[in-house]
T-cell receptor
Framework: SQQGEEDPQALSIQEGENATMNCSYK?????LQWYRQNSGRGLVHLIL?????REKHSGRLRVTLDTSKKSSSLLITASRAADTASYFC?????????????FGEGTQLTVNP | DTEVTQTPKHLVMGMTNKKSLKCEQH?????MYWYKQKAKKPPELMFV???????INESVPSRFSPECPNSSLLNLHLHALQPEDSALYLC?????????????FGSGTRLTVV
């Protein structure tokens, strides 16, 4: 079952602008991860934030995590046309059978040149 | 080698056919996963293998049969599929199922059942 909800479902911006995507989840997590998927291709791991972290940066990416609100946001600064893709948050909820990653519904980002 | 390789990239099969999807990684990862993704939807977990043993089966119909011959290979055997099984099938791996530092995904197999 999917436990993540992302908003917006679709986002269209101009090159150079910032893009913010939000993710909410329902259960306790060990970590939350963001992935990018170009059309019809495999997913690429972008960044991981642990449940005891509040903010993390990687290049033009900034991720925040609020475990009290069970939400996370992904900020892409100075966007480029090449950032056009679907972005998914994924939660790692440790279970007795081991780790499993559950994906949110995703945000389709379009960056216009 | 930091890749997960999936073959074939595209597959069209009839409902009476038997086919197999293959996945290979040489990163020394000990957990491997099969996900199914329908158009405009997120990936849905099907199976998890940890140290070559099946640890999670998400109530997947028996017409999908996973196999992990060794720590580098993961197969998904398909038999008597339905048109609604048409989807992108993604394989992924991670260091192990206990320590999730992020999954490495293959490019997927686009499956069409006719």
């Amino acid at each position: 079952s999917q436990q993540g909800e992302e908003d917006p479902q679709a986002l269209s911006i101009q090159e150079g602008e910032n893009a913010t995507m939000n993710c909410s989840y329902k259960t306790s997590i060990n970590n939350l991860q963001w992935y990018r998927q170009n059309s019809g291709r495999g997913l690429v791991h972008l960044i991981l934030i642990r449940s005891n972290e509040r903010e993390k940066h990687s290049g033009r990416l900034r991720v925040t995590l609020d475990t009290s609100k069970k939400s996370s946001s992904l900020l892409i600064t100075a966007s480029r046309a090449a950032d056009t893709a679907s972005y998914f948050c994924a939660t790692d909820a440790r279970e007795t059978s081991g780790s499993r990653l559950t994906f949110g519904e995703g945000t389709q980002l379009t960056v216009n040149p | 080698d930091t890749e997960v390789t999936q073959t074939p990239k595209h597959l069209v099969m009839g409902m009476t056919n038997k086919k197999s999807l293959k996945c290979e990684q040489h990163m020394g990862h000990r957990a491997m996963y099969w996900y199914k993704q329908k158009a405009k939807k997120p990936p849905e977990l099907m199976f998890v293998y940890s140290y070559e043993k099946l640890s999670i089966n998400e109530s997947v119909p028996s017409r999908f049969s996973p196999e992990c011959p060794n720590s580098s290979l993961l197969n998904l055997h398909l038999h008597a599929l339905q048109p609604e099984d048409s989807a992108l099938y993604l394989c992924a791996s991670s260091q192990d199922a206990e320590h999730n530092y992020g999954y490495t995904f293959g490019s997927g197999t686009r499956l069409t059942v006719v």
